[in-house]
């Protein structure tokens, strides 16, 4: 569990999600340290466990907690009832999700140091020194989070002004995305501005899933690489 827990600590700090903290650097901003634990996914071959920041963990009980202190805005979500009305209106279906939506959002540098946290130096060694880590990017727990993460996504598709914006603008959920299409041929246009909209702004739309065999074939075939891990493009066959 401590392997793999810090193999996640590692890829997070690798991937430019969190940074090492230097001992040695001064403190000018408000500093919090989130504690964590570890979820278990038994039903998970790819993702045996998961790590839970605790954003609402009090010091005391009479102290607030990093939820206790941001602004709790509800998202700009669109009416779920509407998308999955429009998903089932035409020939092709076509459903993705963005990868780690959460992570790809950058965090102002003088609120990084509410979000530190501590872990181990060495995980096979339970009695080696702590190190201190702190996000660099939006994490999931925070109250704010979800806001933060629709305001970004809709500030970006309405930068855009094409068809396929304002279709994953309409859509989109948290970070989900359920479309239809009529012809084929739009479908593969559509993935295939989709993906390059999204990237643009560093985000990865992966678990492309269709109707159509050739929507399907096309996202195999683009199966993304990057820092040495494949992920995942393409889900299970959809009936």
């Not at 991937?15 to 964590?36: A, S």
């Not at 570890?38 to 102290?63: E, G, H, L, W």
């Not at 939820?67 to 700009?76: F, I």
């Amino acid at each position: 569990m401590l392997k793999k827990y810090g193999d996640i600590i590692k890829e997070q700090e690798l991937r430019g999600f969190i940074e090492r903290v230097d001992e040695l650097e001064p403190t000018i901003n408000k500093v919090h340290y989130i504690p964590h634990h570890a979820v278990v996914k038994k039903d998970s071959s790819t993702t045996p466990i998961r790590i839970v920041y605790d954003c609402s963990c009090k010091m005391y009980q009479n102290q607030p907690s990093l939820n206790d202190c941001l602004m709790k805005t509800p998202p700009e979500l669109n009416d779920l009832s509407k998308i999955l009305v429009r998903f089932r209106l035409h020939r092709y279906a076509i459903t993705t999700d963005i990868e780690k939506a959460f992570l790809h959002v950058g965090l102002n540098k003088d609120d990084r140091d509410v979000t530190r946290f501590l872990w181990l130096s060495n995980p096979s060694d339970v009695t080696s020194p702590l190190m201190t880590y702190r996000f660099k990017v939006v994490l999931f727990g925070a109250t704010c989070s979800p806001f933060i993460l629709s305001a970004t996504l809709l500030k970006h598709l309405q930068q855009t002004n094409s068809n396929t914006a304002r279709m994953l603008e309409r859509d989109l959920y948290v970070d989900n995305i359920l479309t239809s299409i009529d012809r084929e041929s739009d479908a593969l246009n559509f993935f295939e501005q989709a993906r390059e909209m999204m990237s643009k702004a560093g985000f990865n739309l992966r678990s492309w899933n269709s109707n159509s065999i050739k929507v399907r074939q096309q996202a195999v075939s683009q199966t993304v690489f990057r820092h040495g891990h494949r992920h995942e493009s393409i889900g299970n066959e959809m009936e």
